[in-house]
């Protein structure tokens, strides 16, 4: 589910965003695909703990909990990033995700941030700004 959210964000989104090039799905990669450096203003969809089965709704899972990580060699950068994210999709509802290498499409019911993007490195040891949004997806069709 996680590769179809970022393609949902990839996809929805007016944030300039490319599975691959800078916005990386799971982890953040050392290389992107063709051996390149990964450049310093990316954005990672990480799953984060959640995710709760409803044992009398077996198609239900609510809420599944993603993390959003955002950063950039400027302060600003990284939060003008976290940001259009974070107004493309807090509070949104009714998306269904696009299914990713045949597999199943997913039912969004709604999308809420747990709080506004937060600085949680300003800089790092690079000198890197980095910026973190805790989301919640309530899903139906969930595996």
């Not at 944030?15 to 954005?43: E, H, W």
């Not at 809420?63 to 959003?68: D, M, R, S």
């Not at 597999?103 to 747990?114: F, K, R, S």
């Amino acid at each position: 589910m996680l590769k179809e959210i970022a393609q949902f964000l990839e996809n929805m989104s007016d944030c300039d965003l490319v599975i691959g090039t800078n916005l990386f799905v799971g982890f953040l990669p050392i290389n992107k695909a063709d051996g390149t450096a990964v450049p310093v203003r990316v954005r990672i969809v990480l799953e984060n703990a959640g995710g709760v089965p409803v044992p009398d709704l077996p198609d239900w899972l609510d809420p599944k909990a993603v993390q959003i990580w955002n950063r950039a060699e400027d302060f600003w950068k990284a939060r003008e990033d976290a940001y259009c994210i974070y107004t493309a999709i807090h509070g949104t509802a009714g998306w269904t995700l696009p299914s990713v290498g045949g597999g199943p499409t997913y039912d969004v019911l709604v999308i809420n941030a747990v709080a506004p993007p937060a600085p949680i490195g300003n800089p790092e040891k690079q000198d890197h700004f980095v910026f973190s949004t805790n989301y919640y997806w309530s899903i139906s069709n969930a595996p």
